[in-house]
């Protein structure tokens, strides 16, 4: 084990084109601030501290320089503002960098291949806490874990810039105890395999669904009409909140993703919007507000290349 740890090294993700992705080893989603990445140092300072009970003293060798090594680094990177746009720079070059690039990203975890489908804010900071929850939790995890890290965030970079060249394989995801994501296709043309799936009780398991499916929608509306009562006022926070709310029960519903791009876009988060806008085009090609405002946001994009109409780092909040 001590071997490992002398090579030591985040090679997946973020980490695969730059030396370092100190989020990925805080267990942080590159959207934290200041106070969540402080919790997560005390978190996992706690987990590694070499008086834990029942730790060798090899293992408690090895924690101590996982902490010092890997951990102190980067919570200090990123607690000090300078650094941290500093960093935030190189990753904001990586993913344009890429993003002119002809390959395919093509991350392995399952739980990046999900995101792809769906990088909101929302699932991708729940994706990293589920991870983050593990990571430290045993000395022979945080490599693998901090790779998987690392990939949510090189997804959810790339997402927030536009990017659409990801490798989507045409297999089914199972279900992750870790994650507590649910089944779905990792293509729409996987639709054959999901119907060629054997029924059971067919008729009694269709009216259940049918009736969870019904409830789920009424919610889903519910959410969207108090999102809509905060857009007319202009409390673009409030709104996304509950338009998140309502991605979580049903995010198949173009009105919703089409919302989503217009407070992302008023936001001035036109990486989000136009990921928005993509796809509730994707699920309805006449969605009205979508095919009202995706061009407005491409044009918006377009003059934010010239360092001298916008902030460099406005992508990160």
């Known amino acids: 084990m001590v071997s490992q ?3 030591f090294k985040i090679d997946r ?18 959207t934290a601030d200041a106070g969540q990445i402080r919790k997560r140092y ?20 090895i924690a101590t320089k996982y902490f010092s090594k890997l ?6 990177v990123l607690t000090q503002e300078r650094e941290r746009i500093e960093y935030s720079n190189i990753l904001k070059l990586l993913a344009k960098r890429l993003m002119k690039r002809p390959q395919k990203i093509s991350p392995q975890s399952e739980i990046a291949k999900r995101l792809i489908y ?22 022979n995890g945080i490599l693998e874990y901090s790779n998987q890290l690392s990939e949510l965030n090189l997804v959810y970079v790339l997402a927030r810039e536009g990017y659409q060249n990801f490798t989507r394989e045409t297999t089914t995801v199972p279900v992750s105890a870790s994650t507590g994501f649910r089944d779905r296709p990792q293509d ?18 269709q009216g259940a669904t049918q009736s969870s499916s019904q409830a789920s929608k009424a919610a889903s ?21 509950e338009l998140r709310s309502a991605l979580q029960i049903n995010n198949a519903d173009s009105k919703l993703h089409a919302l989503l791009g217009y407070v992302y876009m008023h936001q001035q988060q036109t990486g989000m919007a136009k990921v928005s806008f993509q796809q509730a085009l994707k699920l309805n090609p006449q ?14 994009r377009a003059q934010k290349k010239d360092p001298k109409k916008g902030g460099f780092f406005g992508w990160l909040g």
């Open 287 to 300: 969605e009205p507000l979508a095919l009202q405002y995706i061009n407005k946001v491409n044009v918006d």
């Open 71 to 76: 951990v102190s680094p980067a919570y200090k």
């Open 42 to 61: 005390l978190s996992i300072a706690k987990n590694l501290h070499p008086d834990i009970p029942g730790l060798s003293p090899e293992e408690k060798s």
């Open 188 to 205: 729409r043309s996987d639709e054959t395999v999901i119907q060629s799936r054997p029924s059971v009780a067919k008729g009694s398991a």
């Open 118 to 139: 769906s990088p909101s804010d929302l699932e991708y900071e729940k994706a990293v806490e589920s991870i983050a929850n593990l990571q430290y939790s045993s000395l």
């Open 5 to 7: 740890l002398q090579v």
């Open 221 to 241: 509306q519910a959410y969207i009409r108090l999102a809509e009562g905060y857009i007319v006022k202009q409390q673009w926070a409030f709104a996304l909140k």
């Open 13 to 30: 993700g973020i980490a695969q084109f730059n030396s370092s992705d100190y989020y990925a080893v805080l267990g942080a989603p590159v």
